[in-house]
């Protein structure tokens, strides 16, 4: 049902399933004696957390942030504001940011620019996507699942005014979506 208002599927369910385990096995090998603190960014961030996590065979702990900058456009304001903060203190942890997709840079860059004064022993960042044909500020992913073109994704925790973080698939939506047809 939902993918009837999609015109091209980039990622099928078993495509983003193979790359969920390659992220797994990485962060797997990186983090062995570790207990890092995995955060994942809301709400995008979710579907792709909770079968990533699976794919990490560690003693990891999750917690959640939820930094905006998008209401239903589908072009960033440039206003970043924190909606929720972390439940657990970051000083002296191994952090791993979780992100569905890293676009302009503006909100990894203002997660960083915090998390970076919170003393945290390491932070590192597992995105998704990574869309860099649009980066206005500059940030760097140390696990990235894939590079998407340039182009608005839906599917697998992105929403368009917040529809379809429940398809399973990654996609463009047809043209009509967008003008209300
Ligand atoms: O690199 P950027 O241009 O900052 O874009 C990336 C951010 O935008 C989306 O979140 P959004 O603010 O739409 O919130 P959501 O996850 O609740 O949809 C996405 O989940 C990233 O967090
Ligand atoms: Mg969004």
């Known amino acids: 049902m939902l993918e009837k208002d999609i015109e091209r599927v980039l990622y099928s369910r078993a495509d983003i399933q193979k790359v969920n385990e390659r992220l797994g096995k990485q962060i797997t090998a990186d983090y062995q004696g570790k207990n890092p603190l995995?955060?994942?960014?809301?709400?995008?961030?979710?579907?792709?957390?909770?079968?990533?996590?699976r794919e990490i065979d560690l003693h990891v702990e999750i917690d959640f942030m939820d930094v905006s900058s998008y209401g239903a456009e589908t072009i960033s304001s440039g206003e970043v504001k924190i909606i929720k903060d972390l439940d657990t203190s970051v000083k002296g942890r191994d952090i791993i940011i979780i992100e569905d997709i890293v676009d302009t840079g503006r909100t990894l860059n203002y997660l960083m620019a915090i998390l970076?004064?919170?003393?945290?022993n390491s932070i590192k960042v597992c995105t998704l996507m990574d869309k860099p044909s649009r980066r206005i500020i500059p940030v760097h992913s140390d696990y990235v699942g894939m590079e998407v073109p340039n182009e608005f994704v839906v599917g697998y925790g992105l929403d368009y005014a917040e529809q379809y973080r429940n398809m399973g698939s990654i996609g463009v939506l047809k043209p009509e979506i967008y003008s209300g047809k």
């Not at 995995?38 to 996590?53: E, S, W």
């Not at 970076?116 to 945290?120: E, G, I, L, M």
């Open 38 to 53: 995995l955060i994942g960014i809301l709400k995008g961030a979710i579907v792709f957390m909770t079968d990533l996590i």
């Open 116 to 120: 970076k004064t919170r003393q945290a």
